[in-house]
């Protein structure tokens, strides 16, 4: 009988489509909504993330997410070295910084001091010049978005010179990076570099990057570096989630898109609830002289629901579609984050369930209540 | 057209075995209070196996709620009501839809076939309700409408169709299944001169057979020369059971 319910549904072009559209519309702009969520989320920690190698950040205590810096002393670089189960430890340093270009104009970088010796956190995705470069005096290297945004329009070209802090910057090498929650364009320089291209300041160390030893849990290392140094010690994907969460509970960033995502659910739900109530109103006859067939509730019940899951279905994939294709767009064509995980199409199914579900029930309803004996009358 | 001699008969008259549907002491009531409206008042009536019973009478005198109740898919409020052997009045609701879906096939006057549902896809739901296999439902539906002349219809949407073949496909999907008793519900009204007698006739002629009874509600009186036996209805009442011949006809115009 599924088969004679989704005749009598795809059969209805209308109101069918209009039931689609309605499971559509919701799923796109879950998806899409979600997914620009995600995108921003995933800006916010996307330095931690490109720093490969530390699998153990510290920071002061007070520290709530990346891009909240509070300097500790040089000092601390080796009471961290000093703690048990250390492999190794390294200085970082994260600013901001204003550069003047050559052209006289101002722009605003983020500057990122890799360790001296090791360049531990440099990029990985350098396609001109290498991180061995920064050895060169007033060395720096520059993410390609950022050139774009300084030069747009010019080609990469090595050797361009700016100052920072009245230093000069030598521009030698280019490189992929994950695109900041700011925006503005990153510089990768030695650290002691780095430090004289900051603003003067007390204390200049951000983060010290480490990593414990073969055997060591992670987790345990950071209680001891807390426990020894006072200092905050986060695993990597302590610091990802901390960095996340301070955007969720402190930004409007979640309650905009949540107000958007919301709207969607219940604009959907209307438009595919109500389409469907008039679709089986309309075969309210039907299921009537169904019934008066010998099909039982049970039957009727499971032909309204694989009504609405095939809809859900259909309307799932294009919406889902959809939103891919929007994503896929925009990720060439501007600079919109987007960023679609598993869990942004399970946030969709069960939205879409939900939406069929509603929509099925208030159907449900009157067929279930409908009497055969509706077909005798005239 | 069969010949009938008995002039009329008592409602009670057949025997229990010959007997496909005993009604006794029937009524409906419908609403409550000062609302309360008696649809049937007490009736009894029997229909023997391989008999054509038209009821008939006045618009609200009953003959809907009676076929209603005939058929299971309604309850009287009071009375007994034994079809096929079964005593509805005592069966759960789930045995009563099975006992329809096994035993009962129904023509109703708007036809209600499904729109997006071929001729021959109409005529297979009863089976495919029973469970059969889609295919076999199939082919069992496109064996009755070529007995109906329909074989060439077999793809045709309804909307595709004239109202005499919509009825004819509706009395396919009423047989397909062999059912014990068939209901029809205004089967010709709905229809013009030409394809009530051509309704009729498919009716006399593939449905009415030895161990089934065909129940016929009507307000068309040209139809009557194809009953064995006219229950005529009054007021919630069966007021006598006439027996055929019955003179007027498509013929006689």
């Known amino acids: 009988m ?55 950040w510290v920071m002061d205590p007070n520290v709530q997410y990346v891009d909240d810096i509070k300097p500790l002393a040089d000092t601390e670089l080796f009471r961290v070295k000093s703690v048990p189960g250390v492999a190794w430890a390294v200085p970082f340093y994260k600013g901001l910084g204003r550069a003047r270009l050559q052209e006289g104009t101002y722009e605003q970088m983020i500057i990122l001091g890799l360790d001296d010796a090791t360049y531990i956190g440099a990029p990985q995705g350098i396609f001109l010049g290498s991180v061995a470069d920064l050895r060169k005096p007033d060395a720096v290297i520059m993410d390609d978005a950022g050139y774009q945004r300084i030069w747009p329009g010019q080609p990469f070209r090595l050797g361009r010179t700016f100052e920072m802090n009245d230093r000069r910057a030598v521009l030698v090498g280019i490189t992929k990076a994950s695109r900041t929650f700011q925006s503005f364009p990153i510089v990768y320089t030695r650290y002691s570099q780095a430090v004289a291209f900051a603003p003067p300041e007390r204390k200049v160390l951000s983060f010290v990057l480490a990593d414990a030893q073969p055997g060591e849990p992670p987790t345990e290392v950071c209680q001891r570096i807390k426990a020894r140094t006072g200092l905050q010690a986060l695993t990597r994907d302590q610091f990802l989630w901390r960095t996340i969460q301070y955007y969720l509970e402190k930004s409007g960033i979640p309650i905009n898109f949540g107000i958007t995502v919301l709207l969607g659910f219940l604009v959907g739900t209307a438009i595919a609830g109500q389409t469907f109530y008039l679709f089986t109103v309309e075969n309210i006859r039907q299921y009537g002289a169904l019934k008066a067939m010998g ?28 939103a891919s294709l929007f994503g896929w767009f925009v990720k060439g064509a501007s600079r919109l984050a987007f960023f679609m995980p598993w869990q942004v199409l399970a946030l969709t199914a069960v939205a879409v369930v939900v939406i069929v579900l509603v929509a099925s029930l208030l159907s449900i309803r009157k067929v279930l209540v409908v009497e055969p004996a509706i077909v005798f009358r005239g | 057209m069969k010949q009938r001699t008995a002039p009329f008969v008592a409602a009670t008259d057949a025997s229990h075995a010959d007997v496909a549907v005993r009604v006794r ?56 009501v034994v079809v096929l052997g079964q005593d509805l009045c005592r069966m759960s609701g789930g045995r009563k839809v099975k006992f329809r879906r096994d035993n009962v096939g129904f023509v109703f006057q708007t036809f209600n076939l499904l729109q997006t549902l071929t001729a021959v896809e109409n005529a297979a739901v009863p089976l495919l309700i029973a469970g059969w296999r889609r295919r076999d439902a199939v082919e069992a539906a496109a064996d009755v409408l070529d007995q109906l002349g329909m ?43 030409e394809n009530g007698r051509i309704t009729m ?32 209805m009054e007021d919630g009442r069966v007021d006598a059971v006439a027996s055929g011949p019955f003179p007027v006809g498509f013929s006689q115009g």
């Open chain 1, 2 to 56: 599924l088969w004679v319910a989704w005749k009598m549904l795809v059969g209805n072009r209308v109101k069918y489509l209009g039931i689609v559209f309605g499971v559509v519309f919701a799923a796109v702009l879950i998806a899409q909504q979600a997914s620009i969520f995600c995108g921003l989320m995933s800006l916010t920690v996307s330095q931690i993330r490109d720093v490969e190698g530390p699998g153990i």
């Open chain 1, 295 to 322: 099909a039982s509730n049970w039957m009727i019940l499971w032909m309204v629901l694989s009504q609405g899951m095939q809809v859900g279905i259909v309307g799932y994939g294009l919406g889902v579609g959809l």
């Open chain 2, 25 to 80: 002491g029937v009524t409906k009531d419908f609403g409550s209070g000062s609302a309360l409206t008696r649809a049937l008042r007490g009736v009894d009536l029997d229909v023997p196996y391989g008999d054509l019973l038209m009821l008939v009478g006045p618009s609200g005198c009953g003959k809907t709620t009676l076929v209603s109740i005939v058929a299971g898919t309604l309850e009287p409020t009071s009375g007994d």
């Open chain 2, 151 to 193: 074989g060439d219809r077999l793809p045709n949407l309804p909307s595709e169709l004239s109202g005499g073949q919509q009825q004819r496909v509706a009395i396919a999907r009423a047989l397909v299944h062999a059912p014990r008793l068939l209901v029809c519900d205004e089967p010709t009204s709905a229809l013009d001169a």
């Open chain 2, 201 to 232: 006739e498919l009716i006399q002629n593939v449905a009415v057979q030895p161990g089934r009874a065909v129940i016929v509600v009507t307000h068309d009186s040209r139809v009557y020369p194809f009953a064995d036996r006219i229950a005529s």
